[in-house]
């Protein structure tokens, strides 16, 4: 998936400007740095906590990227927010005190709110998993104190996307806390998408998702990143109390390296089964990303387990259901 760049138009009271929203790509999210001398008026905030770095990025090799924004109306107005949440929406269900939750308790709490089930269950579609392109929502927040609820704006890519294509997309990241999103099940080349977040569905976590719930809704511990597979869905969340820094361009380069190894050698080996992906993606969790706090579950609307490494454990992997 790729998200370019597009206008942010008023949302209540204020205008709504400035530029810095990622791209992303097939099986991974690329942030792409800020303009230079990009405006910084109207609600964008200063921010409290470090920020993504300025290094840009380069898609993987072959994978796809752009899309455009298939919302019947604009997520970026107060009708385009109440058009896309019904009418009269509540804010979100997550649940008592926010900072508090355990993991278990967020999950239990997003997923009871009937919006965010309805994105979901929109995604998690087997039509969808044989599409030549992905689909995705993305959550955002309005200001702290703002009375108008959150949105979720829709990205729809186009067919065989390649890299010189751009999407149509708010140009400001403020606000943007969650991101659920698709892996196919085949591209347009006839290669086979790794049904698990990929390095830069985890690099658009710290770089962009954690900053800005801290911002909007007062903990790291708020943002979230699912990619909904056949062969599963899979929530990214961080449960440490300060900012964990951020993953620049060199550093996500070399995950990306050695995430296709891995899943290359997979392939080779004919073990590119659903079992061994996931022990392979706990395994670069624990060994390459090394971010304590990182936590990965594997989810349905009713349920949870949390995945972590564990060479003693059955398939290396030792699940804990949430009760």
Known sequence: MQVGEGNIGDWGNCTCTGAGLPKMYTIEILVC???PGAPTGGWVPTPSSPTAPTGGGEPVDGGNSSGSQTNPTDPNTVEGVQGELGGTPTLPNLGGNLQTQTPCEKIKS???DTKFKEKYNELNKPENFDLDHE???IMRYPPIGNNIPPSYF???????STNNEDAVMPSNAAGLVGLMHTHT???CNGNYP???PSPVDIKYLFNTLLSQANQYTGSYSNAYSITITSGGSYMLVYTGTNYPGSLNYDTVKQLKKDYKIIYDKLMRDDKFTQPNIEKEFVKFMKEK???PGLEVYRVTPTSAVKLEYDPNSSNSIKQTPCP
């Open 289 to 291: 990303i090394n971010k």
């Open 185 to 187: 099940n085949l591209d």
């Open 154 to 160: 829709s990205v729809d890519m186009p067919p065989c």
């Open 135 to 137: 689909k995705a929502f």
């Open 194 to 196: 790794v049904k698990v």
């Open 110 to 112: 997003i997923f009871s």
């Open 33 to 35: 740095p800020p303009e």
